[in-house]
């Protein structure tokens, strides 16, 4: 009887330590905490970056750099969400001192207008999120904080954007007198990070099937259909004009380089590979610079505002009272969210 006591306590005791060990704070965050089963339940949401809705903390705090593949790995890394969960939770706590805040009506309306953008029902909306494990409460919060998270940008990141005359000058003769519009037909071969060494291996051997139809002058449509991932396969691949700068400058630059009817060599990018025929070609007059200004500023502002942005999260940090609990932790204290961008940038 005592034995079977005796094993019970020691049940009960490897339990109370496992749940010590899940429930652990990992950091207080002014008058908040984080604990480690947070972090898990955040890292535990991610399968691949291919899934990801745009709600998730480091997807509200990382915006468009979730394109980069170095990015893509960090994301996964405990250590680095933990990091991610602190400035949320910091610039919560200072929309909430600032008296900024996205009422339960005008959530709604967001929510509303994501379902009319989506051409779906509330009833279809729901069960796809649940189907990935989103409640529609969950969702709702996280549009909230979305909201929340432009509003404290517009009011305390762009302000502190410098954009000169001469630079939105400079902008305009290199981007707007002169713009090439231009068409193309499109072969594209998807392949991401996560891809099997399977589906990689064939991968190479559509690229070299392509390379060898383009050689014996086989028809790009036909090409397409057989082989491209991409859009309007029935058509070709044919897309519409489009503008200097509608794709990676790596994408463009090749695209320029060659005449109307040839095709670029097979081009890698994080999600694929890329080949594109050249269509037509042709030079746009734009508009002054007087008229066009506000919105050379936006767009050089964008290119910025990350620069920006990451300076303000370590100043947030730098403000609030943060302990750390966990020793091991490799970011701590010392981590810079500037200097991370920096890295990410190769600005080393």
Same mark, same amino acid.
């Given at each position: 009887?005592?034995?079977?006591?005796?094993?019970?306590?020691?049940?009960?005791?490897?339990?109370?330590?496992?749940?010590?060990?899940?429930?652990?704070?990992?950091?207080?965050?002014?008058?908040?905490?984080?604990?480690?089963? *947070?972090?898990?339940?955040?890292?535990?949401?991610?399968?691949?970056?291919?899934?990801?809705?745009?709600?998730?903390?480091?997807?509200?705090?990382?915006? *468009?750099?979730?394109?980069?593949?170095?990015?893509?790995?960090?994301?996964?890394?405990? &250590?680095?969400m933990l990091e991610t969960l602190i400035v949320e939770k910091l610039i919560i706590q200072?929309?909430?001192?600032?008296?900024?805040?996205?009422? &339960?009506?005008?959530?709604?309306?967001?929510?509303?207008?994501?379902?009319?953008?989506?051409?779906?029902?509330?009833?279809?909306?729901?069960?796809?999120?649940?189907?990935?494990?989103?409640?529609? !409460?969950?969702? +709702?919060?996280?549009?909230? #904080?979305?909201?929340?998270?432009?509003?404290? /940008?517009?009011? #305390?990141?762009?302000?502190?954007?410098?954009?000169?005359?001469?630079?939105?000058?400079?902008?305009?003769?290199?981007?707007?007198?002169? /713009?090439?519009? =231009?068409?193309?037909?499109?072969?594209?071969?998807?392949?991401?990070?996560?891809?099997?060494?399977?589906? /990689?291996?064939?991968?190479?051997?559509?690229? +070299?099937?392509?390379?060898?139809?383009?050689?014996?002058?086989?028809?790009?449509?036909?090409?397409?259909?057989?082989?491209?991932?991409?859009? =309007? +396969?029935?058509?070709?691949? !044919?897309?519409?004009?489009?503008?200097? *700068?509608?794709?990676?400058?790596?994408?463009? &630059?090749?695209?320029?380089?060659?005449?109307?009817?040839?095709?670029?060599?097979?081009?890698?990018?994080?999600?694929?590979?890329?080949?594109?025929?050249?269509?037509?070609?042709?030079?746009?007059?734009?508009?002054?610079?007087?008229?066009?200004?506000?919105?050379?500023?936006?767009?050089?502002a964008y290119k910025k505002w990350h620069s920006v942005f990451m300076v303000w999260l370590?100043?947030? +940090?730098?403000?609030?009272?943060?302990?750390?609990?966990?020793?091991?932790?490799?970011?701590?204290?010392?981590?810079?969210?500037?200097?991370?961008?920096?890295?990410?940038?190769?600005? /080393?």
């Amino acid at each position: 009887m005592f034995k079977n006591i005796f094993t019970i306590l020691l049940v009960l005791l490897s339990l109370s330590i496992s749940a010590n060990m899940v429930d652990r704070v990992e950091v207080v965050v002014n008058s908040e905490i984080i604990t480690h089963q *947070d972090i898990t339940k955040e890292l535990n949401s991610l399968n691949n970056t291919s899934q990801l809705t745009g709600f998730e903390p480091f997807s509200m705090i990382l915006s *468009d750099l979730l394109s980069n593949s170095e990015v893509q790995k960090e994301i996964f890394k405990a &250590d680095f969400m933990l990091e991610t969960l602190i400035v949320e939770k910091l610039i919560i706590q200072q929309a909430v001192k600032d008296g900024v805040d996205v009422t &339960d009506f005008e959530t709604k309306q967001l929510f509303q207008s994501i379902i009319e953008r989506n051409k779906t029902t509330e009833t279809e909306f729901r069960s796809t999120l649940l189907a990935r494990g989103i409640s529609i !409460e969950k969702f +709702k919060e996280s549009l909230r #904080k979305r909201s929340i998270f432009e509003r404290m /940008k517009q009011n #305390k990141v762009f302000p502190k954007i410098s954009i000169s005359d001469f630079e939105m000058e400079s902008y305009y003769k290199m981007n707007y007198s002169n /713009k090439k519009s =231009f068409k193309v037909a499109y072969i594209y071969i998807k392949e991401s990070e996560n891809s099997s060494i399977e589906e /990689k291996e064939a991968n190479i051997e559509k690229i +070299k099937l392509i390379k060898e139809g383009l050689e014996k002058e086989s028809s790009f449509k036909e090409l397409v259909k057989l082989y491209s991932d991409g859009p =309007f +396969k029935n058509d070709g691949g !044919e897309l519409d004009w489009m503008s200097q *700068d509608s794709l990676e400058s790596s994408l463009e &630059d090749e695209i320029f380089k060659i005449k109307e009817g040839m095709t670029t060599p097979p081009m890698k990018t994080h999600n694929g590979y890329h080949i594109f025929k050249l269509l037509g070609i042709k030079y746009t007059e734009s508009d002054s610079f007087d008229n066009l200004k506000e919105e050379i500023y936006q767009v050089l502002a964008y290119k910025k505002w990350h620069s920006v942005f990451m300076v303000w999260l370590d100043e947030l +940090k730098r403000k609030a009272y943060l302990e750390y609990k966990n020793e091991s932790n490799d970011y701590g204290k010392g981590f810079s969210w500037s200097r991370w961008y920096g890295n990410i940038k190769g600005d /080393k």
